[in-house]
């Protein structure tokens, strides 16, 4: 690894731990020539992933979009930042599952929509006015109605 400071091309591992849930190594290096002290990351090279678009572009998957997206719902709203950085890795964790070289925007919202309903409902709400681009009023209620009615059926399940 080559030194930052001197351009040196030797330098040796000082201390390596696992990072980002075992997907990275941090690694403490030290150059050999001038002593200097830096950190590199180590990842695994994941295949690049294709999203196409409702107008059937296609672009480069970026997870900072969807965490953009759902910092935006869950605005003045009791969502912690480590909550939506976890909503984002599982929903990429699902789609890289998948196997595929190209997915579709509709199939990341629905799981981002899944796992966002289970941690606030007015962002899961705002993020679903967003994504699936209400029409009506019409359209609003019947999702409105849908949450209540997983709710009262969650509530039946408990009081049993």
């Known amino acids: 690894m080559r030194c930052p400071r001197c351009n040196h091309n030797n330098s040796r591992v000082i201390d390596s731990r696992q990072t980002d849930d075992g997907r990275a190594i941090r690694r403490r290096r030290e150059c050999e020539n001038c002593g200097f002290r830096f950190t590199t990351f180590e990842r695994i090279e ?7 678009k409702r107008n059937g572009d ?3 998957f970026n997870r900072d979009k969807i965490l953009r997206g759902l910092i935006r719902s869950a ?8 909550q939506m950085e976890q909503i984002v890795d599982h929903v990429e964790n699902r789609v890289r599952g998948l196997g595929e070289n190209e997915i579709s925007t509709s199939l990341i919202g629905e799981y981002v929509m899944e796992d966002l309903m289970n941690v606030d409902e ?11 681009q209400f029409k009506d009023m019409s359209v609003f209620l019947k999702e409105l109605q849908e949450i209540v009615d997983k709710a009262k ?3 039946g399940k408990e009081q049993s």
């Open 46 to 52: 994941a295949a690049p992933l294709l999203v196409i």
């Open 58 to 60: 296609r672009e480069e």
């Open 75 to 82: 605005e003045k709203r009791p969502v912690a930042m480590e």
């Open 122 to 132: 007015i962002a899961y709400i705002r993020f679903a006015s967003v994504y699936r």
């Open 153 to 155: 059926a969650t509530d």
